[in-house]
């Protein structure tokens, strides 16, 4: 072993002994869902999200509550859901032939899965309506952007407010160290800026630390 792999091994192992192992304890692949990336498919000096274990309170569906621009949220899950739904009567996707099963209000106080398929229902009316924009306080914005465009500000604008309103966020996103931060999903193919949920979080962490 060169000089230099040796140095960089002695220094890697103390680095790694500073985090919980259990987050990188093995997951049975039998009967997980489709969807879900198992905490050992981390590489060295990676940690996937898992929502398995505490650093699932990153996750967007963690209800992690938060007051934004003077409205309250369960999760950033909700907030992110909430913008397909209509804000009031004179919204062109509140149309009569249009059925929503959730008013704003409601998908706004949801967090997990039941905010997630509040959305998928809110995506479908979408596609009817052949729109592909959502709304925040009255302004509206493309809904799927290759660029960091509103969307993708105001997300990040929700995940600041969640961190700054939940110590237990700072503290266990801080705690992750320089691990490079994984989602335990699997990511769409060209999917927008703001679902790279986990770049959002190394950027805020750098923040903390400096």
Do not use: C
Not at 11 to 19: D, N
Not at 50 to 71: H, Q, V
């Amino acid at each position: 072993m060169s000089n230099r792999l040796l140095v960089a091994a002695l220094f890697l192992v103390p680095a790694m002994a500073q985090y919980p192992p259990h987050w990188w304890t093995p997951v049975p692949e039998e009967g997980k869902p489709d969807w879900e990336i198992l905490p050992q498919a981390a590489k060295p000096g990676e940690v996937i999200l898992s929502k398995r274990n505490e650093l699932g309170i990153l996750s967007n569906f963690a209800a992690t509550p938060f007051t934004l621009r003077g409205d309250h949220y369960a999760s950033v899950e909700g907030f992110w859901q909430m913008m397909l739904y209509p804000e009031g009567p004179l919204d062109p996707r509140a149309k009569a032939e249009i059925v929503w099963k959730h008013t704003r209000a409601e998908v706004a106080e949801m967090s997990g899965f039941q905010a997630k398929d509040a959305g998928t229902l809110g995506e479908e009316n979408m596609r009817k309506l052949g729109i592909n924009w959502v709304t925040f306080q009255g302004r509206r914005m493309t809904y799927r952007s290759a660029a960091k465009g509103e969307h993708y500000r105001f997300i990040v604008e929700a995940m600041r407010a969640k961190l700054a309103q939940n110590p237990k966020v700072r503290e266990i996103l801080l705690s992750t160290g320089n691990l490079i931060l994984l989602p335990d999903h699997i990511q769409e193919t060209g999917a927008p800026p703001e679902w790279q949920y986990f770049k959002i979080w190394m950027e805020l962490r750098s923040e903390l630390v400096r």
